[in-house]
């Protein structure tokens, strides 16, 4: 089973009202990287926060469909129950601790995955030595950290939980384009030398696209195309598709929807 | 001449009898960070704290013991309260919660009542409310001994949520719920602890009020003490309610000798509102209340 997560025919809403997915299917293998792409909208933060069950904390509900983590029904098991069982999420924004320092977040992350004393310290130690900035700041209140070391913080504080599938929202937004290469270099290099899956959704294709090994792209609700992200970065209408407006995009997808090796791979 | 001794000895009293409206505010402060909810059945937690452990007491249950037991039902009050009255209504309007906050605060008392009787009693520390002198100033005894509970009190939470994992889940999830709730802390026992400390501060805050004004229902709104305390520091902060606490205290001993005969007297009852509502239209947050950490 080489599966580690799988969406199956997702559907949510917001409010029992707004809806927000109606069709959404991915699935993320071992030791992958997958970008989700798509428009401001398309659903991608609500994709993610459904496969971490939190989605009713924004009074969102999944109304279809079945999220599968490592061979185990996961759609009702509780957020923390999904941490420890290792999906951790880095949330949209970053969403740090604000009032509590560097250290204090990333120990916070630790203790959400379970970790004993000893687990915490060697998991501060590893954070330190994937982004030295953060050691060098570790003392100050994060809420006065720059966006690119927030960014950074967030990711570690999910680290120190010890994942197997990464689940980050947008970690390029906001950020000047160096510091996008050092954090998906970053991910790039735990992903190769520690196996760590990753699900990682975009706005920012074109450096997605680069460090992905396959793609998804969701338009209004639902995901309308998957496949090798080394096929999908050579389409440029791609481009055009998820940053249009919906009536654009569906001329654009009729272009799109030749079949390809790699939209069978990926059925 | 003005009599600077007698102005000290009035502030050094005011300041300790704010000690006892910090402790009340801290309850609030407690539960308000952590899940946005104002708590107004604090008073009535207070209120039921002090009852159970006089009316243990009267019916001859020695005093450690008594203290005790109506420890361990405030915790058990506490945690029952989270779990069946609030948790359900997670992620609902504050105002909803408020509501439900204040049915719970006549539900407490009626309960307190149905148990315990409705007579007033008086409750006894053995701490006799004699004062004494220090370098010329009077103080009474009884507030010292007051002052002193609550700050240790103060102090021990404050060494709890700053070195324990506990604690710092506590902040975590004060700072931003949806990233802790993301992080996997869980929430379900940090409110409990939450819960606990509240409980902890009721009972603390219930027999120091029972024995300065007696055990009767009127204690119950001694929360009312605490809402300009809470404007003044800010509902999110814990220094806020202690400095917000000495501050009203003093205030309202000072008008009362010096402001309160230009009224004939009577000045306590409203002058604490009085500034909490001058302060609310300067400075809507409080002294530390929301005091984002934010990098402009
Ligand atoms: N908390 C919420 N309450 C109500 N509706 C919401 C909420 N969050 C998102 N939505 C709606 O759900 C839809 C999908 O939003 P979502 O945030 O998942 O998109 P996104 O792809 O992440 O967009 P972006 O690139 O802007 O982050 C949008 O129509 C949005 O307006
Ligand atoms: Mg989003």
Redesign the interface.
């Known amino acids: 089973m080489s599966d580690l997560l799988v969406l199956e025919g997702l559907a949510a809403t917001y409010n029992h009202a707004i809806r927000a997915l109606s069709d959404v299917s991915l699935t993320v293998r071992r030791g992958e990287i997958v970008a989700l792409l798509g428009a401001n909208g398309a659903g991608k933060s609500t994709t993610l926060k459904a496969v ?1 069950n ?1 989605l ?4 969102g509900q999944l109304t279809r469909g079945r999220i599968v983590f490592d061979g185990r029904d996961a759609t009702s098991l509780p ?2 129950k ?3 069982l290792g999906l ?2 880095v ?1 949209e924004g970053r ?6 320092n560097v250290e ?1 977040n990333l ?3 630790g ?4 970790l004993s004393r000893r687990e915490i310290a060697a998991g501060l130690e590893r954070v330190y030595t994937l982004f030295p900035r953060l050691k060098e700041r570790r003392r100050s ?6 966006g690119g070391e927030q960014q950074m913080s967030a990711i570690g ?2 680290l120190m ?1 010890r994942p197997r599938l990464l689940v980050l929202d947008e970690p390029s937004m906001g950020l000047a384009p160096l510091v996008v290469e050092t954090i998906f270099s970053t991910l790039k290099g735990l992903n190769r030398e520690e196996g760590l899956s990753i699900l990682v959704a975009e706005q920012n294709s074109t450096v997605a696209l680069r460090y992905a090994d396959r793609a998804a792209v969701l338009d209004a609700g639902s995901t309308v195309l998957a496949g090798d992200a080394a096929d999908l970065r050579g389409r440029a209408e791609i481009k055009a598709l998820y940053l249009g407006s919906p009536g654009e995009s569906a001329a654009h997808l009729a272009a799109l929807r030749r079949p390809s090796p790699a939209d069978h791979a990926a059925a | 001449m003005f009599d600077y001794q007698f102005f000290i000895e009035v502030l050094v009293g005011g300041l300790l009898s704010g000690v006892m409206y910090s402790l009340v505010a801290i309850g609030f402060v407690l539960i308000y960070k952590t899940s946005g909810v104002l708590n107004f059945a604090q008073g009535a937690m207070l209120l039921f704290a002090a009852l159970t452990f006089v009316s243990l007491v009267e019916r001859g249950v020695p005093f450690w013991l008594a203290l005790s037991a109506t420890l361990v039902i405030m915790v058990v009050l506490g945690i029952t309260v989270e779990r069946t009255v609030l948790r359900p209504l997670v992620n609902q309007s504050p105002m909803t919660l408020f509501m439900a906050t204040l049915g719970l605060s006549y539900i407490i008392e009626g309960a307190a009542q149905l148990l315990w009787g409705t007579q007033v009693h008086g409750l006894d520390l053995g701490i006799d409310d004699v004062p004494f002198e220090v370098g010329g100033v009077l103080i009474s005894q009884f507030d010292l001994f007051a002052a002193a509970i609550a700050g240790t009190l103060v102090t021990t939470f404050a060494l709890f949520f700053r070195y324990t994992r506990t604690g710092l889940a506590f902040r975590a999830v004060a700072d931003d719920q949806f990233a802790a709730l993301a992080v996997g802390l869980r929430l379900p026992r940090v409110w409990a602890a939450v819960w606990t400390a509240a409980g902890i501060v009721a009972l603390v805050a219930g027999l120091l009020w029972g024995a300065r004004l007696g055990v009767q229902f009127s204690l119950s709104l001694v929360v009312l003490k605490a809402l300009p305390v809470l404007v003044l520091g800010g509902f999110d902060s814990v220094a806020g309610a202690i400095v917000g606490g000495l501050l009203i205290g003093a205030i309202e001993k000072l008008a009362e000798v010096y402001v309160g005969p230009l009224f004939g007297g009577g000045i306590v009852a409203w002058a604490a509102y009085v500034v909490a509502l001058g302060f609310l239209l300067v400075r809507p947050s409080g002294l530390f209340g929301q005091k984002l950490v934010e990098r402009v």
């Not at chain 1, 969403?95 to 509590?100: P, V």
């Not at chain 1, 203790?111 to 379970?114: A, L, P, R, S, V």
């Not at chain 1, 209140?141 to 720059?146: E, I, K, R």
């Open positions: 971490s939190l009713h904390a924004e009074r957020s923390a999904l941490v420890r951790v999420p949330l969403h740090c601790f604000r009032a509590l204090e120990v916070a992350g203790i959400g995955g379970g209140a994060s809420g006065l950290t720059s504080r999910a939980a």
